[in-house]
């Protein structure tokens, strides 16, 4: 932890990927950064790390999926930049199970196709030749060779090794010197910079800062399976997709199975009901499923907004920048929050497709 009197040009608080990658991007701008790091995993530690930005968002999700589309034209290269961050580019396959899903399928493959992106409805047959692992009754499939997924856990590993990082320093609130933002306070001492970066997913809800400065930021819960296959890789090689869950292979024999979606607070016991559902969920798509071996069971917090969208940009406080309520998205949308806060950092406004997510939609609004 620094002394009180040492200060920074950005200090950003929270320790996860889109905070580490806000600080990196920021010190490649010029500024001198520091992350301030709670040290307890957040949200990205159980995150299975698709990068699906048609299929992630909802059809009236406009503004989110124009986020994602603009996060995901930039994986390559944000990755291509940083030691084995756990990219993996083998695409998607998108399932159903009875005729509704199978005409939810249709309806998707029609909206990508107007969007100008790839996808190809594939038969019954043509899915489990792919995949083998698929079960016989499956109805219809879509492969997306441009859906992706990256492991969480190996990409805060490399962003780590880009930044300097406070570990364990908890921040409590901000140092605030009359409508400007001049520090970051934590039990261990002050951190001055000249600019905040508030980074800290569902946390941000525990620190003390001015009520009209806020954004509400509520947690949602999320269980996830990590499972193992004794024998090693090859259950299934691209990630699949259903309704209710998706399946998620690292590549070394580990798979993410998930993810539930719980209003519950503050909560993060796992719990059997919430296994049950992913298990048997999974299991009618991919039965294989049920031979592997639970490495882990665990369950995490997404921050969410009121709308669902991000805060990414200035906030009410000179010298505030926000990039947090990332809902099921935060590392999808990784590469362009990072990009969007070291320009606001740097004095350039948001460009008019980020607006939307401008935290300053939400003043006056409770958290």
């Given at each position: 932890?620094?002394?009180q009197s040492?200060s920074?040009?950005?200090?950003?608080?929270g320790g996860?990927?889109?905070?580490l990658?806000?600080?990196?991007?920021a010190?490649?701008?010029?500024a001198?950064?520091v992350?301030?790091?709670?040290?307890?995993p957040?949200?990205?530690h159980?995150a299975?790390g698709?990068?699906?930005?048609?299929?992630?968002?909802e059809f009236?999700e406009g503004?989110?999926?124009q986020?994602?589309?603009?996060s995901?034209?930039?994986?390559a290269?944000?990755?291509a930049e940083?030691?084995?961050?756990?990219?993996r580019s083998?695409?998607t396959l998108?399932?159903?199970?009875d005729?509704d899903?199978?005409?939810?399928?249709d309806r998707?493959?029609?909206?990508?196709?107007?969007l100008?992106l790839?996808v190809e409805?594939?038969?019954?047959?043509?899915a489990?030749k792919?995949?083998p692992a698929?079960?016989?009754?499956?109805?219809?499939?879509?492969e997306?060779?441009?859906?992706h997924?990256i492991?969480?856990?190996?990409?805060v590993?490399?962003l780590?090794?880009?930044?300097?990082?406070?570990d364990h320093a908890?921040?409590?609130g901000l140092l605030?010197?009359?409508?400007r933002v001049?520090?970051?306070?934590?039990?261990e001492?002050?951190v001055?910079?000249?600019q905040?970066?508030?980074?800290?997913?569902?946390d941000?809800?525990?620190?003390?800062?001015?009520?009209?400065?806020?954004?509400p930021?509520?947690?949602?819960?999320?269980q996830v399976?990590?499972?193992?296959?004794?024998?090693g890789p090859?259950?299934?090689?691209r990630?699949?997709?259903?309704?209710?869950?998706?399946?998620?292979?690292r590549?070394?024999?580990?798979?993410?199975?998930?993810?539930?979606?719980?209003e519950?607070?503050w909560?993060?016991?796992?719990t059997?009901?919430?296994?049950y559902?992913?298990?048997?969920?999974?299991?009618?798509?991919?039965?294989g499923v049920?031979?592997?071996?639970?490495?882990?069971l665990i369950?995490?917090l997404?921050p969410?907004?009121?709308d669902?969208?991000?805060?990414?940009?200035?906030?009410?406080?000179d010298?505030?920048?926000w990039a947090t309520?990332?809902?099921?998205?935060?590392?999808?949308?990784?590469?362009?929050?990072?990009?969007?806060?070291?320009a606001?950092l740097?004095?350039?406004?948001?460009?008019?497709?980020?607006?939307?997510a401008n935290?300053?939609?939400f003043?006056g609004?409770?958290a």
């Amino acid at each position: 932890m620094a002394a009180q009197s040492e200060s920074f040009d950005v200090a950003v608080v929270g320790g996860g990927p889109i905070g580490l990658a806000c600080a990196w991007r920021a010190e490649q701008r010029g500024a001198r950064a520091v992350v301030i790091d709670a040290g307890e995993p957040g949200a990205w530690h159980v995150a299975a790390g698709m990068l699906a930005p048609v299929s992630e968002a909802e059809f009236g999700e406009g503004s989110l999926l124009q986020l994602g589309l603009e996060s995901a034209r930039r994986y390559a290269d944000f990755c291509a930049e940083l030691e084995d961050p756990g990219l993996r580019s083998v695409g998607t396959l998108v399932v159903a199970r009875d005729r509704d899903e199978a005409e939810a399928l249709d309806r998707l493959a029609e909206f990508r196709r107007g969007l100008g992106l790839p996808v190809e409805r594939l038969r019954p047959s043509q899915a489990r030749k792919l995949e083998p692992a698929l079960a016989p009754t499956v109805r219809l499939a879509l492969e997306i060779e441009g859906d992706h997924s990256i492991d969480p856990r190996k990409l805060v590993a490399a962003l780590r090794n880009k930044v300097t990082v406070y570990d364990h320093a908890r921040a409590t609130g901000l140092l605030v010197d009359g409508q400007r933002v001049t520090g970051v306070i934590t039990p261990e001492g002050t951190v001055r910079a000249d600019q905040v970066v508030i980074a800290a997913g569902v946390d941000v809800a525990k620190l003390d800062l001015p009520a009209a400065a806020r954004v509400p930021v509520r947690p949602v819960k999320g269980q996830v399976l990590r499972l193992r296959d004794r024998s090693g890789p090859g259950l299934v090689e691209r990630t699949i997709r259903g309704e209710q869950a998706y399946f998620v292979p690292r590549g070394d024999g580990r798979y993410v199975l998930g993810a539930t979606m719980e209003e519950r607070g503050w909560d993060t016991t796992p719990t059997a009901g919430g296994v049950y559902e992913l298990l048997r969920d999974l299991s009618e798509l991919v039965p294989g499923v049920f031979e592997l071996e639970i490495e882990e069971l665990i369950a995490g917090l997404r921050p969410a907004t009121p709308d669902n969208l991000p805060a990414i940009g200035p906030g009410a406080l000179d010298g505030l920048v926000w990039a947090t309520g990332h809902f099921r998205n935060g590392i999808l949308l990784t590469p362009v929050t990072a990009d969007l806060v070291a320009a606001v950092l740097a004095g350039e406004p948001l460009p008019d497709w980020a607006a939307p997510a401008n935290p300053q939609r939400f003043a006056g609004v409770a958290a």
